[in-house]
Nanobody, 120 residues
C-alpha cells in the first residue's frame, strides 16, 4: 500500500521561503513520477512541479519556474519542494502525489496535504 506523508508547511511572509517534504512508502520501484500540486478552496487542483524518481527529470508550472525547486532522494523515496519568493496568493494546501506509468498526470496516490500560508 502506497502512503505519502507531507511535512514542512506553515506560515511564511511574502517573499520568504519554505521547504516541503514528502516521504513515500510502499512503492514497488523507482519507476514513478512524484509531484506537488496545490488546491485552494473552491478552485481546481493545480500542478506545481513533478520529478521522475528514477531519472530526476523535472517539470514545473510556469507560475513557479525560477522560484520553486523540486528534488528527490531516490534511495529514500523522498521528494522535497523548495519554494522561494512566495506570494500571498500561493496560500493553500499542497499535496504530494505519485503518478504511475504512463505518467499521464492522473496521479494515482495522494498524501493528505500540508497547509502553506503566505502573509502579506
Amino acid at each position: 500500500q502506497v502512503q505519502l506523508v507531507e511535512s514542512g508547511g506553515g506560515l511564511v511572509q511574502a517573499g520568504g521561503s519554505l521547504r516541503l517534504s514528502c516521504a513515500a512508502s510502499g512503492l514497488a520501484s523507482s519507476m514513478y513520477h512524484m509531484g506537488w500540486l496545490r488546491q485552494a478552496p473552491g478552485a481546481e487542483r493545480e500542478f506545481v512541479a513533478r520529478i521522475s524518481l528514477n531519472t530526476g527529470v523535472t517539470s514545473y508550472a510556469n507560475s513557479v519556474k525560477g522560484r520553486f525547486t523540486i528534488s528527490r532522494d531516490k534511495a529514500k523515496n523522498t521528494v522535497d519542494l523548495k519554494m522561494s519568493t512566495l506570494k500571498p496568493e500561493e496560500t493553500t494546501v499542497y499535496y504530494c502525489a505519485v503518478d504511475r506509468y504512463p505518467y499521464d498526470g492522473k496521479y494515482d496516490y495522494w498524501g493528505k496535504g500540508t497547509h502553506v500560508t503566505v502573509s502579506s
